[in-house]
Structures are given as structure tokens and as C-alpha cells.
T-cell receptor, first 112, second 108 residues
Framework: DAGVIQSPRHEVTEMGQEVTLRCKPISGHDYLFWYRQTMMRGLELLIY????????DSGMPEDRFSAKMPNASFSTLKIQPSEPRDSAVYFC??????????FGPGTRLTVL | GIQVEQSPPDLILQEGANSTLRCNFSDSVNNLQWFHQNPWGQLINLFYIPSGTKQNGRLSATTVATERYSLLYISSSQTTDSGVYFCAAGPNFNKFYFGSGTKLNVKP
């Protein structure tokens, strides 16, 4: 398996634009996580899916953030409208069980 | 949420040395994990250890849930162990909070 795939790897956008980050989990993994990493706030868990269903989105910072998992092989994290404080590295991770996670390489988002 | 504190914030070791990293958490937890982020940013999940002891090669972890701390042991450190080690603790599998990490630099 190719591991967790995230796209794009880098995204630069203007404030107010819509941003969509994509994640393809490892086949057969039932759990999917989205994380955000910034210098100011460190690592944060944003949302967690189990069998494509969002279980806990209490970590999503604002209503401008939304995440979907339309099928077992694809998830998106959308920010609309984007703001400079959303600049961060966004990681996706998938898991076959509760005791391990496999991370993607991350998407570095810069909002100007 | 649960407060997670890691110590030390920075650690410099000579290759071959042993080290102990500590994670304190402010409330009882059912989820305690250790992660490693290498200097290129890649994250790896090392241990899921809400209680007890686990070992994986040169790394081992112990969590004493009743006293609200976890320890990560690195033996015979190698330069590839360099990076930041994060602890995350929380009430369950879908809710956990990260510490600010311990930055480890292993010198050859």
C-alpha cells in the first residue's frame, strides 16, 4: 500500500478563498483523523471519523471548517472562507484499530 | 480539556546514551499515546498506552494512570531518533490533547 496520501502538499491562497484539502486513507482502515499543527497552538485533533461517519468534531475550530468522508477511500477538509490564522500544516491519519495510526505527509497551507 | 505537560522541552544526547521523557496529565485518561515527528515533519505513532508497559525495540513506554504520568524510554540512542516526541492524553479514543513536545537531538 502507498500509505496515507494527502493532496496538495503545499497550498498558497488569498484570504477569503475556499481551500479544500484531500486525504486518501490506507485501504481497509476504519478510522480517519484530521490534525492541525501550528507554532502557536502545537498539534490539535480536529475531527475523527469511524466507518466514514464523523464521531467527534468538537476540535474543529470554527464553522468555517468542515470535513466530509463520502466513502472509505476519500476525505476532505474544507475551509471557507480562509483566514491568515488558518496557516498551518494539516495532517490526515488513518487507523485499522484504536492502538495505532498512520500519518500522511501533511499539507502545508499558507493563507496570505 | 486535559492539560498535558512534557519534560524536558529540549534534550541533547550523545549517540548510544539512554534517555527518559516524561508526560504529566491533569485528569484521568483512557487514551495515552506517544508520537515521534522526525526533522522532516513526518509523524509516527509510537505507542498507545493508557496503562501498563510496552516495548518496541529500543523504545519502551510506561503509564501510571493512577499517578497521571507516562514515561518514554529510549535506549542506545541513534541519530535517527532525533526529532520531537509528543505525548497525547484524553478521555477516549476520539478525544485527546497533545503536549508541547520534547525536542531530542542525538549527536554522532
Amino acid at each position: 500500500d502507498a500509505g496515507v496520501i494527502q493532496s496538495p502538499r503545499h497550498e498558497v491562497t488569498e484570504m477569503g478563498q475556499e481551500v479544500t484539502l484531500r486525504c486518501k486513507p490506507i485501504s481497509g482502515h476504519d478510522y480517519l483523523f484530521w490534525y492541525r499543527q501550528t507554532m502557536m497552538r502545537g498539534l490539535e485533533l480536529l475531527i475523527y471519523f469511524n466507518n466514514n461517519v464523523p464521531i467527534d468534531d468538537s476540535g474543529m475550530p470554527e464553522d468555517r471548517f468542515s470535513a466530509k468522508m463520502p466513502n472509505a477511500s476519500f476525505s476532505t477538509l474544507k475551509i471557507q472562507p480562509s483566514e491568515p490564522r488558518d496557516s498551518a500544516v494539516y495532517f490526515c491519519a488513518s487507523s485499522p484499530s484504536i492502538d495505532t495510526q498512520y500519518f500522511g505527509p501533511g499539507t502545508r497551507l499558507t493563507v496570505l | 480539556g486535559i492539560q498535558v505537560e512534557q519534560s524536558p522541552p529540549d534534550l541533547i544526547l550523545q549517540e548510544g546514551a539512554n534517555s527518559t521523557l516524561r508526560c504529566n496529565f491533569s485528569d484521568s485518561v483512557n487514551n495515552l499515546q506517544w508520537f515521534h515527528q522526525n526533522p522532516w515533519g513526518q509523524l509516527i505513532n509510537l505507542f498507545y498506552i493508557p496503562s501498563g508497559t510496552k516495548q518496541n525495540g529500543r523504545l519502551s513506554a510506561t503509564t501510571v494512570a493512577t499517578e497521571r504520568y507516562s514515561l518514554l524510554y529510549i535506549s542506545s540512542s541513534q541519530t535517527t531518533d532525533s526529532g520531537v516526541y509528543f505525548c497525547a492524553a484524553g478521555p477516549n479514543f476520539n478525544k485527546f490533547y497533545f503536549g508541547s513536545g520534547t525536542k531530542l537531538n542525538v549527536k554522532p
